[in-house]
């Protein structure tokens, strides 16, 4: 069945570090993706999309690569911020579908001082 | 500012007692849905629309409705609520069916 997922529940990481989120997905007729990051309390907001004809898209600080030989896609911040801290969501959906997104289970990114 | 907003935010009710959670986007998004989110299951599509008049399921209607008599609303009723709808709910609105979808602040409902 459909599934996205995350690599890691919880990522740590130094504030100035640059940090690497993973998901796998799982089907192979998704040809849009886009991260998602979630604040306590709020709901989840837009970071940087990709699709399916490209392999990688810079944003301001993030990253996405997408690896479609193996169904990968990661989020790469760069010089990662107390203010990254959050829950970070992929997301996958297949064109003329139902415009449904599949989220993985999220990842917790914490950001030590 | 361009957004979508949910009432309540918060909401503690009792089995049976019908309750309507609204949503409007200012964004004239054709493309509107609903999600709820609980530990360990996810964002999970409830209902989705994608214009006026035109509703559909997603991965867990039941006990839920929604209509879209507008373009800027489409708000989720739950006739009956029931303990297994305690959840955080989402709307969202994207411009077009598989683009980039805009997030309300969510509603947590409590069903006692």
């Known amino acids: 069945g459909e599934s996205v997922g995350l690599h890691l529940p919880t990522l740590s990481v130094q504030e100035g570090d640059n940090s690497i989120i993973n998901c796998a997905y799982s089907n192979s007729a998704s040809d849009y993706f886009i991260w998602y990051k979630q604040e306590s309390g709020k709901g989840p907001q837009f970071i940087i999309d990709i699709r399916s004809n490209m392999d990688k898209r810079q944003g301001q600080r993030v990253t996405v690569l997408l690896n479609k030989t193996v169904k990968h896609l990661s989020l790469q911040i760069a010089a990662t911020q107390p203010g990254d801290s959050a829950v970070y969501f992929c997301a996958e959906n297949i064109s003329g579908n139902t415009g449904k997104l599949i989220f993985g289970q999220g990842t917790t990114l914490q950001v030590k001082p | 500012e361009a957004q979508v907003t949910q009432n309540p935010r918060y909401l503690i009710t009792v089995t049976g007692k019908k309750l309507t959670v609204t949503c409007s986007q200012n964004?004239?998004?054709?493309?509107m849905s609903w999600y709820r989110q609980d530990p360990g299951l996810g964002l999970r599509q409830i209902y989705y629309?994608?214009?006026?008049?035109?509703?559909d399921k997603g991965d867990v209607p039941e006990g839920y409705k929604v209509s879209r008599k507008e373009k800027r609303n489409f708000p989720l009723i739950l006739e009956s609520p029931s303990p297994n709808q305690t959840s955080l709910y989402f709307c969202?609105?994207?411009?077009?069916?598989?683009?980039?979808?805009?997030f309300g602040p969510g509603t947590r409902l409590t069903v006692l």
């Open positions: 629309s994608m214009n006026v008049e035109v509703t």
């Open positions: 964004m004239n998004h054709e493309y």
């Open positions: 969202a609105s994207s411009l077009l069916k598989g683009g980039e979808q805009f």
